[in-house]
């Protein structure tokens, strides 16, 4: 049985929301009644996820901003704010990722993932904080398995979303007072996703990939969403600092040698 989720009236912003599995998640929230706020760097990308949400709920609309510039993410969240009113669900999900050796990379290259990743999100969150609904507001980061499975190929994407799921937790310490939960949710292997196709850029390989998970499929972006709705609803009101995997098991296996596939 589907259990429905209501979030009719209700503020919603996604912090990278434009495309892939953030999108997938600013769509379920907007058919289950809510109001949604996008953002990414790239405004036609803004421009079509605002087309696709508006079919679905009740107001839907977005902004370009780049999550490494703090003034930019401040002024984008205050503009969201004036239109929404107050959050009650912030999702915080820019990510950036490539395959690299930790030796085969520039300093650059890896600066720019922990830019976008720890940075972007810690300046969505320390922007957010006063626009959010207190109490009641849900604030979930987008995290990786990364965070916590070190991978080949990965030392710049494990820092960054280790640094991620910290923020989590201690943003779910200092916040809990003002009755704000913070958690992560941490998906695996989805299809469809410019990740996926990064880190599994053949049929063998996905293969592979699919193969090795213990539910034998790839989970798709719904599946991420629907671990979202549920979090940001009062099923799970007692629920905050928690690291949460949709992976179909795949953090089960243990650390990861993308050398099978990129050697």
């Not at 919603?12 to 953030?22: A, E």
């Not at 009644?33 to 706020?37: E, Q, T």
């Not at 704010?81 to 912030?90: K, Q, S």
């Given at each position: 049985m589907t259990v429905p989720?209501?979030?009719s009236g209700k503020a919603?912003?996604?912090?990278?929301?434009?495309?892939?599995?953030?999108l997938g998640i600013a769509q379920a929230f907007a058919e289950a009644?809510?109001?949604?706020?996008v953002m990414s760097r790239s405004q036609e990308k803004v421009d079509a996820a605002i087309d696709l949400l508006s079919r679905h709920g009740e107001q839907a609309i977005g902004f370009a901003a780049d999550v490494r510039d703090y003034a930019a993410v401040e002024s984008a969240l205050k503009a969201a704010?004036?239109?929404?009113?107050?959050?009650?669900?912030?999702i915080s999900g820019a990510a950036g990722n490539f395959p690299a050796k930790a030796l085969g990379m520039s300093a650059n290259a890896f600066k720019s993932v922990v830019d976008i990743d720890l940075m972007g999100t810690?300046?969505?969150?320390?922007?957010?904080?006063?626009?959010?609904?207190?109490?009641?507001?849900?604030?979930?980061?987008?995290?990786?398995?990364q965070a916590y499975i070190p991978m080949a190929y990965q030392m710049h994407v494990c820092a960054a979303k280790a640094g991620v799921d910290m923020i989590?937790?201690?943003?779910?310490?200092?916040?809990?007072?003002?009755?704000?939960?913070?958690?992560?949710?941490?998906?695996?292997?989805?299809?469809?996703?410019?990740?996926?196709?990064r880190l599994a850029p053949t049929a063998e390989s996905l293969a592979r990939v699919t193969e090795s998970l213990p539910l034998k499929r790839l989970g798709t972006t719904r599946d991420v969403a629907d671990c979202c709705l549920w979090l940001c609803s009062p099923m799970a009101s007692f629920v905050t600092g928690a690291v949460i995997p949709v992976d179909g098991g795949s953090s089960l296996r243990g650390a990861s040698d993308l050398g099978r596939v990129f050697d």
């Open positions: 989720f209501d979030f919603v912003f996604v912090s990278g929301g434009t495309s892939g599995i953030n009644g809510a109001r949604v706020g704010h004036g239109e929404l009113g107050e959050f009650h669900v912030l810690y300046h969505v969150l320390r922007a957010a904080y006063p626009l959010l609904i207190r109490p009641g507001a849900s604030v979930i980061n987008i995290s990786a398995p989590t937790r201690v943003g779910a310490l200092e916040w809990g007072g003002a009755g704000v939960r913070v958690n992560s949710v941490v998906p695996g292997p989805i299809e469809g996703t410019e990740g996926m196709a």
